[in-house]
C-alpha cells in the first residue's frame, strides 16, 4: 500500500488529506475490485473512479486541476498489469438473496476437486471464445456454489452439485460481479502457470487482450482420460481428487514425458 497525501486550500489556510492506496490488484478490497472492474467495463465514468476508490470526497475530486487528476490516475497505473499472480478470490462471497451466499473456494484451491476445476476452466474457455453470458454464469457455479454440493458423490451423503439451478441464481447478479470473478480466474491461471508449467504453458504473446502471454487451457477430457488410464472403476474417486494434488501428478508426467 502506498500513503497518499492530498493539500488543498481550506476556509482558512492549507488542508490535508492523507490515505493509503493500493499499489497491485491483491492490495484492492473486495469493495475496490469490484468498483475497479465496473470501471473497466465502462459502467462507471473516469472522473467518479476516484472517489469511488479513496476516501476523497466527491466535491474534492470536482475541484481538482489536470495535474491532481493526472496524479491519481497514476495510482491506477497497476491496472495496465494483466500478468499479475493470485492464488486467492478477492470476493469472498457472492449474496444470491438476504438469506443466501456463495461462498468463493479457499485460497489456493485447497478444497477444489480436480472436476470442479475441469468444469470451471472449460466454461472460462467457453466464454472467453464466445462471450455468451451463460457460459460466464456457468462458470461462476462451477466455483461459487453451497458447500455442501459436490461434483463428485464419492459417499451417499454427497450432494452432487446442481449447476444449471445455481448458475439461473447467479445470472440474476450484476455482470460485473460475474465478471469480477472470471478476471481473478485469469490471474489464478497465471499463478498455476508457474507452479506446473508443463500443465499450464504460456501461450503466444497475441492471445491476451494487451498483447501479453496468457496461459492457455489443457484439452481436460483428453488428459482427464490419460490420467486415469484404465483405472475406470476408480473415476470417481479421480474427480473428487484435490486438484492441486492431481496437478501435482499430472505435471511429473508431462514433464517426464517430453524429455
Request: proline share 8%; with cysteine; hydrophobic share 40%.
Amino acid at each position: 500500500m502506498k500513503t497518499v497525501t492530498i493539500k488543498y486550500p481550506g476556509l482558512i489556510g492549507e488542508r490535508e488529506l492523507s490515505f493509503s492506496a493500493p499499489e497491485n490488484w491483491a492490495e484492492l478490497t473486495p469493495k475496490q475490485y469490484l468498483e475497479v472492474i465496473r470501471y473497466m467495463l465502462g459502467e462507471i465514468s473516469p472522473d467518479t473512479i476516484f472517489f469511488r476508490l479513496y476516501p476523497i470526497p466527491k466535491k474534492l475530486v470536482a475541484q481538482f486541476d489536470g495535474y491532481y487528476m493526472y496524479k491519481l490516475g497514476e495510482l491506477l497505473s497497476f491496472l495496465s498489469d494483466d500478468r499479475i499472480e493470485m492464488d486467492h478470490f478477492i470476493l469472498p462471497s457472492l449474496k444470491i438473496s438476504l438469506i443466501e451466499s456463495y461462498p468463493a473456494p479457499a485460497p489456493k484451491l485447497a478444497d477444489v476437486s480436480l472436476q470442479q476445476f475441469m468444469s470451471a476452466d472449460t466454461y472460462f474457455s467457453y466464454y472467453s471464445i464466445k462471450q455468451e453470458d451463460h457460459f460466464l454464469s456457468l462458470f461462476v457455479a462451477s466455483l461459487y456454489k453451497p458447500t455442501d454440493e459436490k461434483f463428485a458423490a464419492i459417499s451417499g451423503n454427497d450432494r452432487l452439485i446442481n449447476l444449471p439451478i445455481n448458475a439461473s441464481k447467479l445470472s440474476a447478479l450484476p455482470r460485473h460481479q460475474l465478471f469480477a470473478v472470471f478476471l481473478n480466474w485469469s490471474f489464478i491461471k497465471i499463478w498455476l502457470g508457474r507452479i506446473f508449467p508443463y500443465m499450464f504453458p504460456p501461450s503466444s504473446p497475441s492471445a491476451g487482450p494487451t498483447g501479453l502471454p496468457k496461459p492457455k487451457g489443457p484439452d481436460w477430457l483428453t488428459l482427464f482420460d490419460n490420467f486415469v488410464g484404465d483405472h475406470i472403476a476408480d473415476m470417481q474417486a479421480y474427480q473428487a481428487m484435490p486438484c492441486m494434488d492431481a496437478f501435482r501428478i499430472i505435471n511429473r508426467k508431462i514433464k517426464e514425458n517430453s524429455k
